[in-house]
């Protein structure tokens, strides 16, 4: 019902930054909430970053301040805009949408943080 496509991953070296889009396409009229999580090598995946449709924000302890999700509902995309990269935060990244009770997953987009 709704396709989710994540870019923007690659290798960044500590401190740099990544942008992360994820295009939203499918069933889109009733998306409510948009967000990445993301699931570093031998972890759980975990929450990072959720945007409303009205543009409310929550994030995890452990990327506020460094990290900023935002939403273009003209073209149903969220962003991830990653800053001070750190080697901590090397996993793959995985959008999210939630529409009427259901959730939907992007196919993951792998961040490397290294020097």
């Known amino acids: 019902q709704v396709q989710l496509v994540e870019s923007g991953g690659g290798l960044v070296q500590p401190g740099g930054s990544l942008r992360l889009s994820c295009a939203a396409s499918?069933?889109?009229?009733?998306?409510?909430?948009m967000g990445w999580y993301r699931q570093a090598p031998g972890k759980q995946r975990e929450l990072v970053a959720i945007?409303?449709?009205?543009?409310?924000?929550n994030y995890a302890d452990s990327v506020k301040g460094r990290f900023t999700i935002s939403r273009d509902n003209a073209k149903n995309t969220v962003y991830l805009q990653m800053n001070s990269l750190k080697p901590e935060d090397t996993a793959v990244y995985y959008c999210?949408?939630?529409?009427?009770?259901?959730?939907?997953w992007g196919q993951g987009t792998p961040v490397t943080v290294s020097s």
């Open positions: 999210n949408a939630v529409v009427g009770g259901n959730m939907y």
């Open positions: 499918g069933n889109i009229f009733s998306i409510n909430r």
């Open positions: 945007v409303t449709r009205g543009g409310s924000t």
